[in-house]
């Protein structure tokens, strides 16, 4: 919803005279790239910043601008960029050349890594993307229950191929079920009938689904944290009452830790000892490069074994391909626990300041999250689903926008949505710098809040 103020008008002028070699090149990109982008997550009003380079856990942009990456390419990037460790391997691989079309070494040796770590994953096999990943795990569910349906929650993101483009956006109704819909143009309506949508953190409503349409229900997926959604933490019954409703219905477990696997050593599936029978992974196991797998149970991933007659298909010209191999391997075995101690431990103070932040400033908001991983919101209230989300912000206006581009102003890069996560070159000092940061930005947007929000003002 557009609104006009002084403080908005100030924030975007700052912004535009700060980044003119941005807005030149968006201007440029719009010619053979729909509005420059190609990339919904990463374009914003009035133009995204083009980034020149990234060192550590900062990013200069073309105008010379440094910026403290809280954003880390949608939480890809766990050890910031051009981690010494992923850059050697990447560059060692490279020289030998990027693919051969025939397997090699490092295929195995990360997936030996990854199963290591992961208690739900016996064996595995490589995607391109988290989107593939979690399009071969609910293929996997189907093929080995033989049945159609795929039970995901309101608002869960999981990769946009189309069994997950329906209730990406919250059912906002107050329906005891959310009502299905497609969210994306082009998405065949008849998706609706393969997929069946529940709420996080409301096991009745799993149940619900379950007891009607138990004998059609392949699989149950969930992100155990979602992310997209805004970083909604699970109850502790949740997670516990998904294994077990599962099984009572003899439906497989799906988890997608694309994102979670950052925060422990074996996952969230190690943390909270609630063990997939699928999982769908992407983002840091690739060190930055595009990468992604789906993983679970032996006695179901065996059926991909090529050599089985009527074993399960999959292919993919970049399955597997050394180089993302090569930058996984560094990229995994730097996620040391001390390394992640370290991130969650940053993220748990991040969230903190924030917190504390919005009480100073006297204006209504917090942090969710766990570990590395934040989320802000313009609530005090607690945040327990997508819904709450969206109806969050939905009514404060253009504050989550504006805070965005005056943090970016100020020199701290987070995802426009207001996601922020943490990355292992971080010190307390990045944080202390990003919350004060923050508490600068809510001091100018307080007069936007008062005019145009009042009911945020404490
Ligand atoms: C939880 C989750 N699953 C799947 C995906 C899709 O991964 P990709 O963007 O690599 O296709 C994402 C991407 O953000 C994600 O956050």
Request: net charge negative; charged share 20%; proline share 5%.
């Amino acid at each position: 919803m557009p609104t006009n103020h002084p403080v908005k008008d100030q924030i975007l002028a700052r912004y535009t005279e700060r980044t003119p070699q941005s807005r030149a090149l968006d201007a440029q990109a719009k010619t053979s790239l729909p509005g420059g982008d190609t990339r919904w997550a990463t374009y914003h009003l009035p133009y995204p910043i083009y980034m020149a380079r990234g060192a550590g856990c900062t990013l200069t942009d073309v105008d010379g601008h440094t910026y403290l990456d809280f954003q880390n390419n949608y939480t890809s990037l766990v050890h910031g960029h051009a981690h010494p460790a992923i850059t050697a391997a990447v560059q060692a691989q490279a020289v030998n050349s990027v693919v051969y079309g025939a397997p090699a070494e490092g295929q195995f040796q990360l997936a030996d890594l990854l199963t290591k770590r992961l208690p739900g994953v016996d064996q595995l096999r490589y995607t391109n993307s988290g989107t593939e990943a979690t399009m071969m795990a609910m293929r996997a569910a189907r093929a080995f229950t033989g049945k159609p349906v795929i039970l995901k929650m309101d608002g869960g993101y999981h990769g946009s191929h189309d069994m997950t483009e329906v209730n990406i956006t919250p059912d906002l109704s107050d329906s005891r079920l959310p009502i299905p819909k497609v969210e994306a143009d082009g998405v065949a309506e008849a998706v609706l009938g393969a997929v069946a949508v529940a709420r996080f953190n409301d096991l009745e409503s799993v149940e619900m689904l379950l007891k009607a349409r138990a004998g059609e229900i392949a699989a149950i997926i969930t992100e155990p944290l979602m992310n997209s959604a805004g970083m909604v933490v699970a109850s502790d019954d949740f997670l516990p009452g998904l294994r077990t409703l599962a099984d009572r219905y003899g439906v497989l477990l799906i988890f997608d830790e694309v994102v979670t696997f950052r925060l422990h050593e074996g996952g969230y599936q190690a943390k909270t000892g609630v063990i997939p029978d699928l999982t769908a992974l992407g983002k840091l196991i690739g060190g930055g490069l595009a990468i992604g797998a789906f993983g679970g149970r032996a006695e179901i991933m065996s059926l991909y074994d090529p050599a089985r007659p009527n074993g399960f298909h999959h292919s993919g010209t970049f399955n597997g391909n050394p180089l993302a191999m090569a930058a996984g391997m560094a990229s995994v075995s730097a996620l040391t626990p001390q390394a992640i101690d370290h991130i969650n431990q940053l993220g748990a103070e991040f969230r903190r300041g924030v917190d504390e932040a919005f009480a100073e400033a006297g204006i209504h908001g917090c942090a969710t999250g766990e570990g590395s991983l934040a989320y802000i919101h313009w609530t005090a209230e607690k945040v327990t689903s997508a819904a709450d989300v969206v109806r969050w912000k939905q009514k404060a206006a253009e504050l989550p926008r504006l805070l965005h581009l005056e943090l970016l102003n100020q020199g701290i890069f987070a995802a426009n949505r207001g996601m922020f996560n943490l990355s292992t070159p971080m010190t307390a000092a990045e944080v202390d710098q990003t919350l004060a940061a923050l508490r600068a930005a809510l001091y100018t947007l307080k007069p936007y809040a008062a005019d145009l929000t009042p009911h945020l003002i404490m």
